[in-house]
T-cell receptor, first 110, second 114 residues
Framework: SQQGEEDPQALSIQEGENATMNCSYK?????LQWYRQNSGRGLVHLIL?????REKHSGRLRVTLDTSKKSSSLLITASRAADTASYFC??????????FGAGTTVTVRA | DADVTQTPRNRITKTGKRIMLECSQT?????MYWYRQDPGLGLRLIYY???????NKGEISDGYSVSRQAQAKFSLSLESAIPNQTALYFC?????????????FGPGTRLTVL
C-alpha cells in the first residue's frame, strides 16, 4: 500500500506564481523526499528533509515537515514553464525503501 | 539519469509471452530497485536488491521475478505476461554509503501487453 498521498492531484498556475502541494503519510519516517517527473520520463530527486528537520530550502524550493501531523508541503516559488511536471513525495521508513504517493501534476501557463 | 540505463525503452508483447527488462548502472551503487507506474497510482515497488546476493520482494511481486547478475545489472522478468502488467517500469539505484540515500532513476520502459 502507498504511504504518501499528495494533494491536490492537479494544479494549474500562471508563470511567476507560487505552487504549493501537500503530502500526508501514515507511519513514522526517517526522512521524506520529493521527486519531479517530466512527462513519461524517469524521476529526478529534488530535495530531502530528515525527520528531525522542520523546513528546508533549495533554490526556489521550500519543503516543510510536520511529523506530529504526518504531513509535508512543497512550495515552488516564481514558477516557470519548465516547472510543468508531476511531483511525488516519497517516505523512507529507515529501511532504504521508498513509498511513493500518487503525485501532483503541475501545469505552469505562460 | 544517464548513469542508469534501461532496455528496451518500449516493448509491445502478447499475453503469455516471457519478457525481460534490463537495467544497468555505472554509479557503483549496491542497491537497486524495480518499480511500476500506473496512471493515478504513483510508483509501486516490485523487487529490490541491496547487493548481488540479496533479493527482496516489494509490495507487488506476484507475476514478476528478478535476477541480479552483477552489482551493475538488475533484470526484471515477466514469465507469462498479462494485460494488467501494461505499465511504465522504472529501475532505480541508491548509494549504500549514505545515511539518507536518494534514488536515481532510469528513463523507464513502457511495456504494453496485448
Amino acid at each position: 500500500s502507498q504511504q504518501g498521498e499528495e494533494d491536490p492531484q492537479a494544479l494549474s498556475i500562471q508563470e511567476g506564481e507560487n505552487a504549493t502541494m501537500n503530502c500526508s503519510y501514515k507511519t513514522s519516517i526517517n526522512n521524506l523526499q520529493w521527486y519531479r517527473q517530466n512527462s513519461g520520463r524517469g524521476l529526478v530527486h529534488l530535495i530531502l528533509i530528515r525527520s528531525n528537520e522542520r523546513e528546508k530550502h533549495s533554490g526556489r524550493l521550500r519543503v516543510t515537515l510536520d511529523t506530529s501531523k504526518k504531513s509535508s508541503s512543497l512550495l515552488i516559488t516564481a514558477s516557470r514553464a519548465a516547472d510543468t511536471a508531476s511531483y511525488f513525495c516519497a517516505t523512507d521508513a529507515s529501511d532504504y525503501k521508498l513509498s511513493f504517493g500518487a503525485g501532483t501534476t503541475v501545469t505552469v501557463r505562460a | 539519469d544517464a548513469d542508469v540505463t534501461q532496455t528496451p525503452r518500449n516493448r509491445i508483447t502478447k499475453t503469455g509471452k516471457r519478457i525481460m527488462l534490463e537495467c544497468s548502472q555505472t554509479k557503483g551503487h549496491d542497491r537497486m530497485y524495480w518499480y511500476r507506474q500506473d496512471p493515478g497510482l504513483g510508483l509501486r515497488l516490485i523487487y529490490y536488491s541491496f547487493d548481488v546476493k540479496d533479493i527482496n520482494k516489494g509490495e507487488i511481486s506476484d507475476g514478476y521475478s528478478v535476477s541480479r547478475q552483477a552489482q551493475a545489472k538488475f533484470s526484471l522478468s515477466l514469465e507469462s505476461a498479462i494485460p494488467n502488467q501494461t505499465a511504465l517500469y522504472f529501475c532505480a539505484t541508491s548509494d549504500q554509503g549514505q545515511v539518507y540515500p536518494r534514488q536515481f532513476f532510469g528513463p523507464g520502459t513502457r511495456l504494453t501487453v496485448l
